[in-house]
């Protein structure tokens, strides 16, 4: 019995520890997420600070002691994120899980391997734990909307992309065969792709940039159709946003209960519960 | 009582003073406003001229006065409405309190420190007043409709920005790690995260531009993606600008009801009920 | 008598004149726009190939040559335009008169005024006719539909350029006085502004681009709010084309007449005319 | 009779092939687009890297080897087509025919034509055939409705451009006027229509660029323009998208009509008619 009782604090034990790390709800959580969303911030900070040769010429050596710091409260944190959860592996290779050691093993490899000390940069994508952080906000609601309003149209567009990407090849290839002679940055096929869709996209880099006459005047048709087909991602979004809030409006707009059977989200126009066939109060 | 007829006065005064400088509505309030709001567009055309190096050398003089006297224009017009306003500290500290002090005070400190005169320029900020004084015109109807769609979709845009933004953190690392051999530009994380954020809004100086084979390929797919994501806050709006107009036409359009059955949503030239027939009332 | 068959005579053939130089709806107006619009295309063709001045070169004299034949077919129609309207002069002081004078006088202007003869340029402004010649095809509902979009949104348009604009004034000032020191291009506030609208309407040449840290930094916010913002019109104009399609769908969609007095437009669940109030036919 | 067999066998195995070559739904047809679509992206891939100097010198041999196997492949596949199917010139002088021919042809013109080799590049052109091929995923629904939304504007899209390109006409001229003797890149009016569409598309290369004050204050006027039309075809497709997913919802939805008093348009989930309170009947 007292090994029961250890057991269940043990148990108990790994379950706070849980909740602290994995639930943003919870009081202690909700503190841990934020502190752990500060000490991100300041770790992303650091490196960009280290990326610039000047401030790192003077700073190096404070910015090398604070990364070493951050990483091992990193570490702290991924070894405690695996005792909490209850499949170590499960977390281990999971999207989070990954992006979490890639931002803590760069500092250790750097003992080994000369170089290697440049990818603590991928620190950047711990960034993406604040879509969870936000769990907290009152913008979750929106978030998902978003997100929703994507996921929906996702096939559309990405059939849209490929539609895109094709076009840019064809008219990458056709602008090679034009400008190819004229010393203007279209030196090979694929270079003359990249320029396709710097313009396609409306970027307009100009670091290549047609010179010859044929190549501004098909360049020129080009652009225009980037400005007419931009139209249709747009619009597909557009729509699926407009249907989406319309039907969330709905459910809040007829806010009728059926007296009968509790049903809700009845017609505007309805006299008779859609569920039992009762009357609706008149409001 | 010959003092409360003094204070009367005195007060009179005060609120015929608030009327001019704080009511756009008046006569005299719109008389007041249209004159200040030319003395501000001529004081913006002023120090746009005198930062012309050329424009400056030869009309110093001229440019110099000139600002001399609208800034003792907008001197008094500071004091006179600290003394029309009932709560002098709630307007000093305002928003519009705060700007009004900046756009009058650079000339003035220009005689201590040398080279605060450039601040001059803050008086830009006064054009904000515009939007006040539009009050008089037929654009405010439209005006209030584009800040409340703006504001409306603001939590979603919100999400919107900041999701873009750390995209563009995630992107400019990954290209420094990518670009940062090869001379190009990408001399640094926080230059990098600029170019990310120039490629994506497709605004594309072209001052950095990835030349590696490598780095154009994944400037390729920015692009792309940007292409598709930027239909995200469009369609946001649109759908938000498509409710709100679509409510404010149904209400302004028919507001009659059946005196019979009570249907509405009448057409607007409907005499009869289309629901059960009965006559409609005339308006 | 005699005399007023004349005038009978005279006036009828002004009539036809009219018709066939304003009416592109009878077969010889359209045969004889159709002819003007190929004269116009081909004037276009030979400003824009005397512009080139290694064409010019080669070709001066028949390029010449051929532009004086079309100076004197526009001389003679606009004379015919004249004599052919009621009131000469509305046509003379008209849109379209106006276009057709300048493009007619700058050909003789240049025997006194050597320089005045590159005004032909200004011929550019013919092509607007095809607009009117568009009434031929069947693109006029297009056309309209497209106008009549962008008409109901102009006030709310015109609001959001200028809150633009206002923006692009502040936002140059800023950046003006953050990297005036920098030698980036920023060297008055106009040029400034002028940077601050290539930016937020995302075109981007790259000829003045910032250079300093704070200077890249606020740039960067800047095109993210230009990012967010260029979602407004784009919702507005949406919603407006969205409104009209629905609008004269429903009036194809619903083609009911009522029996008794044939008023149609009818809502579509109307049991009752709205007009008269007898009964609707059921379907 | 044997001759008959044999005539049905013939045209069996012509009946086969065709059903291989053509038709992409039966699993034979499957396997064969698969195929041919991997050796079109192979060829494209070879003709890319040929097109990049350094690696064409590495691996001259290589890639001329596999392209020649690549072309025979082809051959064979026009072959068998031009034999399938049942009016060969149709298919010969088909869109599809004529690219499948172009892909083919400049392999062997090499032989002849030094130079001609280049023309492999038009394989790219084949990458169409990816749309066939799509057929095969579930993807064709929302590539259909792209493809309709796309189709229903065309008419308003096509004025809208031009619409755009007679602007860019105008706008070029007015610039060359301008910009003529700034020694600014507008050397002749196509050039400037070139800038003209560069800029209003906010594409915005950079090659070209207003130099003088007045010409960067037209400058700013075109790109404030060109931001706030942009939104018109945004509009148009965004609306017509709109409509077309509301319709194709609403068919999809809920087909149910009440047994008693055929209301329709019923939620999901409904079990009794919201007019009448009449049972509904169970799916």
Redesign the interface.
Known sequence: MENDSKNNNKEGWKHKLHEILYEADTPKGKIFNIALFIVIITS?IL??LE???EIDKEYHDFLNISEWIITILFTIEYIARIIAVKKPLKYIFSFYGIIDLLSTIPKYLSFFLVGSH??V??R??R??R??RI?KLA??IG??T??VR??KLSR????????????LC??LG?IM??VE?GQNSGF?????S??WA???????????I?PVS?LG??I??FI??M???I?????????????????RS?NTHTNTQACPNCMAI???D???????????LNDE
Chains 1, 2, 3, 4 share one sequence.
């Open positions: 992303i490196v960009m990326s610039i040769q440049s990818l940069a991928l950047a994508l960034l993406m604040i879509f936000l009152r913008f929106e978030s909307n978003l309003a994507f096939a559309k567009i990405s059939v849209f992309i490929l539609f895109v990407f094709i090849v064809i290839t090679y065969l190819s030196t090979s096929i694929p270079r792709v990249y869709i710097v313009t396609l996209t409306t970027v307009g880099y100009g670091d940039a006459a501004q005047f360049s020129s652009m225009l980037g400005y007419a931009i139209a249709v991602p747009t619009g597909i979004v557009s729509a699926e946003v407009a249907t989406m809030s319309k409006r989200y009845h017609n126009n309805a006299e008779y519960c859609y569920k039992c066939g009762g009357r």
